[in-house]
């Protein structure tokens, strides 16, 4: 069976580019996860969606970013303008069901935003 | 605040034991996890323990929790070179979202 899947692995753009980042979750998977760490902090909360829709979506930063999860396969998650602020590594997690089912991680996306 | 705190660094000799502390914040968790991610991947769950039990073990891992001072630790025995990782901590305030920590880097020195 194959992982959840990140592209790109890494990212560098300028101040005020737009980039998309895309996570592939497990088949068969409804939910899908998105997480953050920047800096060497702690990995914190983006969104969830199930299937398609947006569960909760309170720990987007801000509405420069968008998620989107069409068809409730692969999710995208676009930063638009991005801003220093944004550089990080954004992890996409996929579960089977909620309620303690485990999150199994892709390898993240590491953005540089310059 | 950091929900979750745990020390961002510790160093340890192959062979000896390493025990990662952490705190949570919300009383609330229905489980506690404890995540590794090496060089290069992703983040793979090491092991977990339900709120109403007080350790866990498993093969060279053992999970104490302390649901009153709401302190986690993870105690790794002979630690190996294949041990060095960063580790996180992560509490699930509701049923879905994960709440982690800094992360905890280790480094298993011959």
């Known amino acids: 069976e194959a992982g959840v899947t990140q592209f790109p692995s890494h990212s560098v753009i300028e101040k005020g580019q737009t980039v998309t980042l895309r996570c592939d979750p497990i088949?068969?998977?409804?939910?899908l996860y998105w997480y953050r760490r920047v800096m060497g902090k702690e990995i914190k909360f983006l969104l969830h969606?199930?299937?398609?829709?947006?569960?909760?979506e309170s720990g987007m930063p801000n509405n420069r970013f968008l998620a989107e999860r069409t068809g409730g396969t692969y999710s995208t998650l676009k930063v638009q303008p991005a801003e220093l602020e944004d550089s990080g590594v954004y992890f996409c997690?996929?579960?089977?069901?909620?309620?303690?089912?485990?999150?199994?991680f892709g390898p993240g996306t590491r953005l540089t935003v310059l | 605040g950091e929900d979750v705190e745990q020390s961002l660094f510790l160093s340890v000799r192959e062979g000896d034991s390493s025990v990662i502390n952490c705190t949570y914040t919300?009383?609330?968790?229905?489980?506690l996890y404890w995540y590794k991610q090496e060089p290069g991947a992703g983040l793979q769950l090491l092991t977990y323990?339900?709120?109403?039990?007080d350790m866990k073990q498993d093969q060279r891992l053992t999970v104490l929790l302390n649901k009153k001072d709401k302190h986690l630790s993870l105690r790794i025995a002979d630690t190996q070179t294949g041990d060095s990782a960063i580790y996180f901590c992560?509490?699930?305030?509701?049923?879905?979202?994960?709440?982690f920590g800094a992360g905890t880097t280790v480094t298993v020195r011959a």
């Open positions: 969606f199930v299937k398609e829709s947006k569960q909760d």
């Open positions: 088949s068969g998977h409804d939910n």
């Open positions: 323990i339900f709120s109403n039990m």
């Open positions: 997690a996929s579960s089977h069901q909620r309620g303690g089912d485990e999150q199994f």
């Open positions: 919300d009383s609330s968790s229905t489980y």
């Open positions: 992560a509490e699930n305030p509701n049923d879905y979202k994960l709440s």
